[in-house]
C-alpha cells in the first residue's frame, strides 16, 4: 500500500526548510482550513522513490501555498475522467471534501486513448459527461470545483514550433467551464506557450529525460515546481485564492524540497 495522504502531505512540508515554511506570521489570527483537492492524471500525481526524478506537479503545488491551504492529491497514473470515477476515486474525494475546500480537476492524458474503452471519452459528449459530474459533486457539498485544462505534453515540429496534443479536450473543457460558471484555468496554453519560450533543448530539462528514458509527458523537479507555478497563478488570476493565499510565487524553489518517499505494503 502506498503511503497516505496525510503522510505525503507530512513528507511535502518536512522538504521545506523550517525558516521557509508558509503559514504567515506567529501573531497572524488564525483562518478556517480550506483544503485543495486534486483529481488527476500521472502529470500531477504523487511520485515514489521507484519513480524518481519523476515528479507529478501536485508534489510541487504546497510549496506556493500557507499552511492554511494544505493539498490533498488524489492525482493516479493512468488515470482518465472516466476510469477515476469508475473506481471509486471520486467517490472518495467527495466522501472528505468539506464546505469551502476546492477540487481542482484535471484530465485529459489518457481520455484520450481511443483503443482503451475503460479509459476513453468523447470530448464533446462522454468527457463533459464525466466532468460534470466532478463539479456536481462538488458543489452539493459545499465545495468549489475548478477545471484546469491539460498541462501539454513536449512536442515541436521541424522549425521548433511548440505543437499541442490534446485535440478537442481542451476547447470542451473550456466550453464546459463556460455553459457551468466554473472557473477554468487554462493550464494547456500557458504550458505551450512556456515549452515554446524555453524552446527544443532547455524543455528538456523541465521533462523526465534521463540516461535511460526521453519522456516527453511526464515532469522533473524544475518541471513541475514550473507548472505548479501555472497554477496558482491562474488560481490567482481567477480569483480562485487571494494574495493572502499563497507564497513564493515569484521566487526560486530549490529542486531539493522534491522528496520521494518510499512506497510502503
Not at 485543495?36 to 504546497?62: F, N, R, V
Not at 460534470?132 to 475548478?146: H, L, S, T
Not at 477545471?147 to 514550433?161: C, I, M, N, S
Request: charged letters at 25%; glycine letters at 6%; aromatic letters at 8%.
Amino acid at each position: 500500500m502506498s503511503l497516505t495522504r496525510r503522510q505525503v502531505a507530512a513528507a511535502a512540508l518536512a522538504a521545506v526548510p523550517l525558516g521557509v515554511a508558509a503559514g504567515g506570521t506567529a501573531h497572524a489570527k488564525p483562518r478556517r482550513e480550506r483544503t485543495i483537492y486534486i483529481a488527476g492524471d500521472s502529470t500531477a500525481a504523487q511520485k515514489y522513490a521507484d519513480a524518481a526524478p519523476e515528479t507529478g506537479w501536485g508534489m510541487a503545488l504546497p510549496f506556493f501555498l500557507h499552511r492554511d491551504r494544505p493539498v490533498a492529491n488524489h492525482a493516479v497514473n493512468g488515470r482518465s475522467s472516466k476510469s477515476f470515477v469508475d473506481e471509486g476515486r471520486l467517490d472518495a474525494i467527495l466522501g472528505e471534501i468539506k464546505p469551502g475546500d476546492l477540487l481542482l480537476i484535471q484530465f485529459a492524458h489518457n481520455d484520450e486513448k481511443t483503443t482503451d474503452p475503460a479509459r476513453y471519452t468523447e470530448p464533446w459528449t462522454t468527457y463533459q459527461d464525466y466532468l460534470r459530474m466532478y463539479v456536481d459533486g462538488a458543489r452539493a457539498r459545499g465545495a468549489r470545483p475548478v477545471l484546469a485544462t491539460p498541462v501539454e505534453r513536449r512536442r515541436f515540429d521541424a522549425d521548433g514550433k511548440a505543437l499541442p496534443s490534446h485535440g478537442e479536450y481542451p476547447a470542451a473543457m473550456r466550453a464546459l467551464a463556460a455553459e457551468e460558471g466554473v472557473a477554468l484555468l487554462d493550464v494547456q496554453a500557458l504550458s505551450l506557450a512556456l515549452w515554446q519560450e524555453l524552446g527544443v533543448e532547455a524543455t528538456k530539462t523541465y521533462f523526465n529525460w534521463t540516461a535511460t528514458e526521453q519522456d516527453n509527458t511526464h515532469f522533473n523537479p524544475p518541471g513541475a515546481i514550473a507548472v505548479a507555478r501555472l497554477v496558482v497563478r491562474e488560481l490567482l488570476r481567477t480569483r480562485v485564492l487571494g494574495p493572502r493565499d499563497v507564497c513564493r510565487v515569484d521566487e526560486e524553489i530549490p529542486e531539493s524540497w522534491i522528496t520521494w518517499p518510499e512506497a510502503t505494503e
